[in-house]
């Protein structure tokens, strides 16, 4: 019946429209493909298996933060891009991370040599979306470079990129500051005087 894979085509497209092109088998099922489809669809190259159970349309444009979203589906939908990967995907300071940053629920338990994972849970203020990735917002990638790096150099230059593009005031991250350990608190006081200055 050809009408009806061409609805289960259109179903599938909408649906990686907002993941990159990216889907699960989870996914394809719910929308009506069968284990055996998503076999003939990856034999025949319809489809490219990214990993176990995550595929992603082959003619699909590539952007510059899909590969994250791969991830967010790997983890179930639980993770959201955190850390430094937040940082470039916001286009912030000198970052330039070497794996992938994901921020999980603390009782998380899968793993990959490619990530770099921090168990916690967020408040949804601290969490938005690029390109249909949930992503940190840029105050809380803030916070988080200034807890998590001790080089003052790059975190002030993801600070400052945060304050310069308009999307967080110096004085928003100061009263968030409470947040931080007693280490990384005097880190960002001093380049918070330093920028405010």
Do not use: C
């Amino acid at each position: 019946m050809p009408g009806d894979r061409q609805l289960l085509r259109q179903s599938l497209y909408r649906l990686a429209a907002g993941q990159a092109g990216y889907f699960t088998a989870a996914q394809a099922i719910e929308i009506g493909y069968s284990y055996q489809a998503q076999k003939h669809h990856v034999d025949h190259g319809n489809w490219m298996r990214v990993d176990r159970g995550i595929f992603r349309i082959p003619e699909w444009p590539t952007g510059m933060n899909d590969g994250l979203i791969r991830w967010v589906l790997w983890s179930k939908n639980r993770a959201l891009v955190s850390h430094d990967s937040a940082a470039a995907a916001h286009g912030l300071g000198l970052v330039n991370p070497a794996k992938v940053h994901l921020t999980v629920p603390p009782d998380f338990r899968m793993d990959d040599d490619v990530l770099v994972l921090f168990h916690r849970h967020l408040p949804s203020r601290d969490v938005t979306a690029i390109d249909g990735v949930p992503i940190t917002t840029v105050l809380r990638t803030a916070i988080d470079t200034i807890e998590t790096h001790f080089d003052e150099e790059l975190v002030a230059s993801v600070v400052a990129d945060a304050v310069d593009s308009g999307a967080m005031l110096l004085s928003q991250l100061v009263r968030r500051f409470d947040e931080l350990s007693d280490e990384a608190k005097p880190r960002g006081e001093r380049i918070v005087n330093v920028l405010g200055s």
